[in-house]
Nanobody, 127 residues
Framework: QVQLVESGGGSVQAGGSLRLSCAASGSTRSTYFMGWFRQATGKEREGVAV????????YYADSVRGRFTISQDNDKNTLYLEMNSLKPEDTAMYYC????????????????????WGQGTRVTVSS
């Protein structure tokens, strides 16, 4: 079991920055991938950024590449998402996710690849 708790969401003007945090607890050593997903009102949940647990390999959605940075602090069992140059279209509920199944066929940015989810933190970007 892995528990995930997000924080750091809020309201910001376009061009601003936010840093999201995801505190992980439980069987964190069993995670293979961890990532951030988002869901805007009326839209499907989409992958934003993913990192291989304990490593440096990352994956980003085209819409955020160059603006968002995912990182992790293994000592603190915390996942981060640094978001810069925010746009109104970044407005969404942001979720932290973890994969403990370790499938070799995993699609890192696909939500079905993850079996643990946090409750989400809302990000609102105004123009």
């Amino acid at each position: 079991q892995v528990q995930l708790v997000e924080s750091g969401g809020g309201s910001v003007q376009a061009g601003g920055s936010l840093r999201l945090s995801c505190a992980a607890s439980g069987s964190t050593r069993s995670t293979y991938f961890m990532g951030w997903f988002r869901q805007a009102t009326g839209k499907e949940r989409e992958g934003v950024a993913v990192i291989v647990t304990g490593g440096s390999r990352t994956y980003y959605a085209d819409s955020v590449r160059g603006r968002f940075t995912i990182s992790q602090d293994n000592d603190k069992n915390t996942l981060y998402l640094e978001m810069n140059s925010l746009k109104p279209e970044d407005t969404a509920m942001y979720y932290c996710a973890a994969d403990t199944r370790g499938s070799p066929y995993i699609q890192p940015l696909a939500q079905q690849s993850y079996n643990y989810w946090g409750q989400g933190t809302r990000v609102t970007v105004s123009s």
